[in-house]
Every structure is written in C-alpha cells, then in structure tokens.
C-alpha cells in the first residue's frame, strides 16, 4: 500500500470505533438527513436485485440498508478496521451473505475478480476527495462495471453557500475560502479514541474534477446538491438548535438543489454517471 494510503487507512483505523457516534445514522442529524437522501439516489438508480461495488464503505450503514432492501453489496474500504465492522454490522442484522466487507483502497479494487460484472458502484461522503489517482480508479470501474451500469458518487466540492457565510459571519475568512484552494490540504475528521484530533490529505472535487477523471468510459447524467442550505456535519448542534428553521430551508433546498448553479455547490454534490457501452 502506498505510503499515502497508509496514512489515511491509519486515520480511519483510529476513528473507527466512534466513527458511528460522529457520521452514523442516528449519531448526527445533519449526516442522518444526508445519508437518507444519498440512500434513497442510490435506491432510485440500482433496483432490487443489483449486484453493487462500493469504494469507501465506512462502516456499513449504506451497504447494509441497500442488503435490507433487496441489493448486494461488495464493500470496499481502505481502513480494515471500517470494513471489519462493515462485516459484523451486516451479520447483526442478518445480512452476511449480502454483504462483503473487504479491506481494499479505492484504487486497488482493479484487482478484484468478479465472477460477473458489478451491476453498479457507488462512492459515498468524500471518499473520491482521499484518491489520488482517480483516473486508475475509472479504469478500474471500466472493466468492473457492466455497460450502462451507474456510478453514483457523492464528493465534497470547492463550493458550500452554508459553510462560507458561517465562517465569514464568524470573522474566519480564510476558513470560509478554504475549498476554493487548489490541490491537496489536510482535513480534520474527528478526534481518535485516545482524543487526538485525526487529519487526513484531501481536496475538494469539482463536477468538472469528476467528468474529466471518470469520461469517456462514463456519461455524466445528473448531480445535485446535498446540504445546499443545511450546515454541515460538523455544525451538527446548530443544526439541532434550529431545527424549525432548517426544515423550511430543506423545502427551498429542495427546489433548488437539481438547479444550476446550486446542483454543484454543497456541502457535497451526489453525480450519477452511466457506463458507456463500449
């Protein structure tokens, strides 16, 4: 594994045990109401049936609901420690023989041998902004793929309204223009059990980012926001302390979120790509 690799896998190693209690459903609202409408994108693009890739599974919650309803889901995480409790959360729920948690970085799933073509692949919250070879990865899903399969990803662009009018409100400019900043920086994913704070390399993604990594072999068909207008994750008790103001701010996200220019900005942008037919 490449030394860049070892990093991250470290970081989410160190996290794993309260990545649930940060990101998990039902540990932070703002990641709940996310998670469900990436969960329900996801749901709408690969029917009951679909045997799925996934390139960052974190631990589980996404696999296992698409398991439950009716998927597979072969789920891929560099962190061992992610893709073990991926695996223990799907046998707790009786989903073993749907589920495969396996221990593999986005850009070695290139060596996977499927019996037969994914029907689809998906990369949830960020975990493409940790790649640094996202064209290898595209090769990859190239051939893992089967013709006009989809590719749903949901990546962390250089744009959040919500984010750059909090940090700018707050006297931190700099903070506020952050995702603007070209190339790598390091992101700040949560404290480790032994309550130091966890960094990772990242960059923010834009759609051009995406459609130049991941075409020809892929056609762009849609993106939207998520959290055009809701804070993000880490603002999660502001989120909870305004509730009522954030659901009539959901409604107009909602309208919006499809729109240009609003379906690139967010927190992160959900893109659905469709594999080309060779």
């Not at 998906?122 to 902004?129: E, R, T």
């Not at 954030?246 to 959900?270: C, N, Q, V």
Request: glycine share 10%; net charge positive.
């Amino acid at each position: 594994m490449k030394p860049r690799y070892k990093d991250t896998a470290r970081a989410f190693d160190a996290l794993a045990q309260g990545y649930d209690e940060l990101y998990g459903t039902g540990g932070n609202a703002v990641m709940t109401w996310m998670r469900r409408q990436n969960l329900d994108l996801l749901k709408a693009t690969f029917p009951a049936g679909s045997h799925l890739l996934e390139i960052g599974c974190g631990t589980g919650d996404e696999a296992v609901a698409l398991a439950a309803a009716g998927r597979s889901v072969v789920a891929t995480d560099l962190s061992p420690r992610m893709a073990a409790a991926t695996q223990a959360k799907a046998r707790a729920a009786g989903l073993a023989g749907s589920v495969a948690g396996l221990a593999v970085p986005a850009a070695g799933v290139g060596l996977l041998r499927p019996t037969r073509p994914f029907d689809g692949a998906y990369a949830s919250f960020g975990a493409l902004n940790c790649e640094p070879d996202l064209a290898g990865l595209s090769a990859s899903l190239a051939r893992l793929v089967a013709p006009r399969g989809a590719f749903v990803c949901s990546v962390m662009p250089p744009c959040s309204p919500f984010e750059i009018a909090w940090f700018l409100l707050h006297g931190r400019p700099r903070v506020a223009l952050r995702r603007f900043k070209r190339g790598w920086q390091s992101a700040d994913i949560g404290p480790s059990g032994a309550g130091a704070r966890l960094r990772v390399p990242t960059r923010y993604l834009s759609l051009g980012d995406l459609r130049r990594a991941f075409e020809p072999s892929f056609a762009l068909r849609r993106s939207l926001s998520l959290a055009l207008l809701l804070p993000p994750p880490y603002l999660d008790p502001v989120f909870r302390h305004r509730r009522r103001l954030f659901s009539i701010l959901e409604k107009l996200e909602r309208g919006l979120r499809t729109r240009r220019p609003w379906r690139t900005w967010g927190d992160h942008i959900a893109v659905v790509f469709h594999r080309v037919a060779p």
